[in-house]
């Protein structure tokens, strides 16, 4: 049985505002993790002229359990949250990602960010989840995945938008050729545009790949040189 019900959950998020910009970057983190950690992994501390920054938190609290510095055997949660959540065995969703979709639209229109253009820029889950803000209305005109794959199937129907990817020869959490292929395949529905692979890098990435990013940035118009 299934009620439909309204959560009041306190939502966090950090904006660098561009004024009178018409662009924005949006970055999302991956699994149990957090907007500043997207923040620092995917653009490091420097700032984009001219382009509106907005990193918001995934909608659930994800904790995750860490040691305590210099306490041995003691253990803290620290906040950390996901977009969605989805039995990777049975494949049942018990949280959709349409759903966190949504409550990002929600919380941009109260801040007067739906009239911006977007890049949406994804770690891992953050990848996997940066399609469905589109089928949930949002301006998009590039998604670049970082350690994340491409669903085909999120894919479909989505207006034309440009997709990039980057990824960890190394990563041995969403492998480098799970995500090679599935770019392949949503390249061949006319989305994918470049792939680029990281040499030595696992599960992260490094300040090559956040010049990558800016670079691509530049490419499709964003920022300047």
């Known amino acids: 049985m299934r ?12 904006l660098e505002v561009a004024p009178d910009s018409t662009k924005g970057v949006m970055l999302l983190h991956g699994f149990s993790e957090h907007r500043e950690k997207a923040r620092k992994r995917l653009l490091g501390p420097d700032p984009l002229v001219g382009v509106t920054i907005f990193s918001p938190n995934a909608p659930f609290p994800a904790p995750v359990r860490v040691p305590v510095a210099g306490n041995r055997g003691e253990f803290e949660y620290k906040r950390a949250y996901s977009w969605y959540f989805r039995d990777p065995k049975s494949g049942d969703e018990m949280v959709p990602p349409l759903l966190s979709a949504n409550a990002i639209l929600t919380v941009m229109k109260y801040l007067e960010l739906v009239q911006k253009k977007w890049i949406l820029i994804g770690f891992s889950q953050g990848g996997f989840f940066a399609p469905f803000l589109i089928h ?8 670049i995945g970082v350690g994340a ?6 894919y479909k ?9 980057l990824h960890g020869m190394q990563d041995e959490v969403v492998s480098h050729s799970y995500s090679q292929k599935s770019f392949e395949e949503i390249k061949a529905m006319g989305y994918g545009k470049n792939y680029y692979s990281l040499p030595g890098l696992g599960h992260t990435l490094d300040e090559q790949g956040r010049r990558q990013i800016r670079e691509i940035l530049i490419q499709e118009d964003w920022i300047c040189r």
């Open 136 to 143: 949930a209305g949002l301006s998009v005109q590039a998604i």
């Open 157 to 165: 129907g989505l207006p034309p938008i440009s997709v990039y990817g």
């Open 3 to 14: 009620s439909e019900i309204t959560l009041k959950i306190p939502f966090e998020y950090d």
């Open 149 to 154: 794959a491409f669903n085909p199937e999120n």
